[in-house]
């Protein structure tokens, strides 16, 4: 990947179809032209002017017909931009064909969203994650991307794989997305060990999840003095940062900022980052950070909850975690829903109480008293549950620990008093 340069702000005129064939999630309309906006900001370009076009189906050649292309091409020049960005996916002829009409670079979607992620990944990891989402988006799309790869290290949408490698030899690709894929894979190893070693020692894992600019790293700071930057632009972290809490005297959890979610996320960046978001298949509770003045909360919660369910654990306990409720209020009550202020620390108790509730189900605060025949146990209890006490008495050895259903019912018969 190419290290930024200072450079000119790059100009673009931001283009969305409407179409009736179009689902929800392939549609453009204001809100997500808007966002496409703030995505150009976070990748270093300015909008200039946003070109909203309804039709019945898309054009096959140039997607919003030539007479519109026409129109943008006017645009482009009043403006001085020299970049087209369309906030649905376009097929490598269409690119083409509107680069030779506009004359300008034009990018979709997924490949601003690249661009971003190529700035922001900073581990080795998240590097790795990036080249290969970069090379499984590019591959199908060699034949015919025109402008888009002749402007190596130009500006936003060049980050990445060169004009070389691309051109010349798509089996080299391959080959290197195959070796990208082997690298993650002991990245995963490494992760599977110490997540069995968190097991062993019943440290539950706590997610944050949540649409991008949430304010999930905020949150994760003011618990734990992390240090991640926390800034107000999209996709501000990329890769997993995890830390121990202390919830209690009794818990103690390890809490993980994962990547932030959007929609129309490239397949691609889900299928790449799948050695961190894999967090979410084994974390035992997740907390859903949701931006209590975003006026489009719904739609996002909405595609929090369908990546949630792709990613997730069946049946794990989702917290819902309003934040921002200084700047808004309003939000919904009820039995798994808190409200907080991650920058002024409003509610955060509240959410404490909510993540020990939640994780306290099915756990059992039992007082047992072992014969010293089963002095063997007491490893056991350390290893796999939580021991709060250990006392040896004349009559036996007295244990106040709490444990899961598997292993209080093995020592059930020795069972002093059950408490909380």
Known sequence: MESLRAKPVERAVLVGLNADVFTKQETASEASLDELEALLQTAGGECV?????????????SFIGEGKA?????????????????????????????EDI??????DRSALILD???????????????????????????????????????????????????????RHIRERIDRLRAELKEVRKV???QRERRIKNRVPVVAIVGYTNAGKSTLLNTLTDAGIPANNRLFDTLDTTTRRLRISDTMEVLL??????????????????????????????????????????????????????????????VI????????EPDVPWG??????????????????????KRLDRGLHHAVFLLPYSMAGQIEVLHTQAQVESCEYEAEGIRVKAVCDEVLFGRLKAYLEEEHG
């Open 116 to 170: 971003i992620f190529a700035q922001r990944a900073q581990t080795r990891e998240g590097r790795l994650q990036v080249e290969l989402a970069q090379y499984q988006y590019l591959l199908p799309k060699l034949s015919g991307m025109g402008k888009s790869l002749s402007r190596l290290g130009g500006g936003i949408g060049t980050r990445g794989p060169g004009e070389t490698k691309l051109e010349t030899d798509r």
């Open 335 to 356: 039995e798994d829903i808190v409200r907080i202020s991650a920058r002024t620390g409003a509610g955060l108790n509240d959410l404490l109480q909510l993540i020990e």
């Open 256 to 317: 993980s900022d994962t990547v932030g979610f959007i929609s129309k996320l490239p397949h691609h960046l889900v299928e790449a980052f799948k050695a961190t978001l894999e967090e979410l298949e084994y974390a035992d509770l997740l907390v859903h950070v949701i931006d209590a003045s975003d006026p489009d909360r719904d739609e996002h919660i909405e595609v929090v909850n369908s990546l949630i369910t792709q990613l997730a654990k069946p049946g794990v306990p």
């Open 191 to 193: 992760r599977a060990v």
């Open 49 to 61: 002017a946003k070109v909203l076009q309804n039709r019945h189906t898309p054009d096959p050649h």
């Open 102 to 107: 506009t004359g300008a670079t034009v990018l």
């Open 320 to 327: 819902e975690c309003y934040n921002k409720c200084d700047l």
């Open 70 to 98: 026409e129109e943008v091409k006017q645009i482009l020049e009043n403006e001085q931009a020299q970049m087209l960005i369309f906030d649905n996916d376009l097929t490598p002829s269409q690119i083409r064909a509107l």
